[in-house]
């Protein structure tokens, strides 16, 4: 890229204090560039599923502020961006088959049913599920329910996808194919993504850039670039550079968890 | 032959469940009902205390016209309290899922209610109300009320939380969350409230005839029965109780098979296990 990079998300010294006096965040700078693929990696408790909700306004910060392509995020709209959020769990309507739950903000936005069945066509056949259109959740088993979580996600064209440990739930196998298929994804669509994970392997495997976040209380301890080329394949999983960043996101999680022993002492 | 053989011994079936489900609860029907025979025969009891099972569905068929024509009142009184019953406490449920204040304003009263027994009320509405079969259906409809409120507001507020931060995020009116994820997700506790409210209405209009004791043509099932006692007649007791037993099984088979009918196959209660 020679062009000077857009800011999709700045976080500008939010912070989070539960009215219970319970400090999830403390004040935050995040800046991240349309385009990229950050992760917020650390343990439970750290809040890094907090910064990604007050990213999408599903929770304010008791202080600072949070832009989307400078804007707050309730204008996003106005400067004609959109945002997807991915949750842990698929979150599906049980009630509705496939094609339906897919095809939900579509219809909230209230999207002509013409255009948005062929949307919906076309995501479905880029998850693979085509030939479960008609189905029922319960039929479908975590990874492909999963899918169509992500199906639903995409189905808007979003320019920012947010996924708060979409993968968290899934057995190994299916979280491997699960992330390839995701990066893939994001390379097709151009998406900008915040990946939220405790795993480094899938970390170190997605991302631009990783952000360390540690625990009690929630903040950001340090930030490491990837700086390795895509599309990565299977192999790069088992190459030296991988296991090195590995290393290196190992030993600053140890030094993050270190610094939460001496605050309980 | 062979095959045929082969197949049955694959799929005896006696151990089918689904047969099963149906066959046991009818074998020990049977045996109940032999042993009552055999016991009131044996005794040597008169009927006035307790006819046989013989006696009583010959009763039942001797004195249909009069009997049917009351079953067709209770059924009436019933399925109107039931459907009064079911419309206001949707409507009301969705007055108090609007806001918590207004489901505690107002939900102590709708308990008040259903605590109030329905004999220390009933003869109040029949002298408030002039016409007895409207009044009998107004008890009933009390009776049968506070199940449907109760499940229908639970079901209303019981939506999956990510789910509906999921509407949020897609800046969904509440309209839309009413209708596309707070009734869908109400259905399930809809149709358990209703198949209590089914059986309840019953009993309101069984205890509202009872309290009102109409005779003449307006005369239902617990008419009879009280009429029956009076003259002695436990036979036509019996065969009354019979009709009313009967109707509630009925009432409640139905309501289940219309909630596996709206459920089927998404809600976990209607999935049946294999």
Known sequence: ?265 | MNALQANSMAQPWSQNPKIQKIIYPIAVGIILIAIWQGLVTGLNLPPYLVPSPLLMMKTLLTDWAMLGLALWVTVKITLFAFAVATILGVLISFVFVQSKRIESALFPYAVLLQVTPIVAIAPLIIIWVKDPTLSMIICASLVALFPIISNTTLGLRSVEPDLQSYFALNRASRWQVLWRLRIPSALPYFFGGLRISSGLSLIGAVVAEFVAGTGGTGAGLAYQILQAGFQLNIPRMFAALLLISLTGVFLFLFMSWLSRKALGGWHSSEITGE
């Open chain 1, 1 to 265: 890229m020679n062009h000077s990079p857009v800011p999709a998300v700045e976080v500008l010294s939010a912070n989070k204090t539960y009215s219970n006096g319970t400090q999830a965040l403390l004040p935050v700078d995040l800046r991240i560039d349309e385009g990229e693929f950050v992760t917020l990696l650390g343990p439970s408790g750290c809040g890094k599923s907090t910064l990604l909700k007050m990213v999408a306004g599903l929770l304010d910060p008791t202080d600072g502020r949070l832009l989307l392509w400078r804007k707050p995020v309730q204008q996003l709209a106005e400067v004609g961006k959109k945002m997807s959020f991915v949750f842990q769990s698929p979150t599906l309507m049980p009630w509705a088959t496939v094609e339906k739950n897919v095809r939900l903000p579509l219809d909230l936005a209230g999207i002509d049913a013409q255009m948005a069945n062929e949307k919906v066509r076309e995501v479905l056949a880029l998850v693979g599920l085509s030939k479960f259109a008609k189905s029922l959740p319960r039929a479908l088993s975590g990874g492909m329910q999963m899918r169509v979580s992500i199906a639903r996600g995409l189905v808007t064209d979003p320019d920012l996808l947010l996924m708060d440990e979409p993968f968290g739930a899934l057995d190994e196998i299916t979280r491997h194919r699960l992330d390839a298929e995701l990066l893939e994804l994001w390379q097709k669509k151009k998406l900008t993504v915040i990946f939220v994970t405790h795993s480094i392997h899938e970390a170190v495997y997605l991302s631009n850039r990783v952000v360390m976040m540690a625990a009690r209380p929630g903040r950001i301890v340090e930030e490491f670039q990837i700086p390795e080329p895509y599309p990565r394949h299977t192999d790069f999983m088992v190459s030296t550079g991988f296991s090195q960043h590995a290393k290196q996101l190992q030993d600053s999680l140890m030094r993050a968890s270190a610094g939460q022993e001496e605050h309980f002492s």
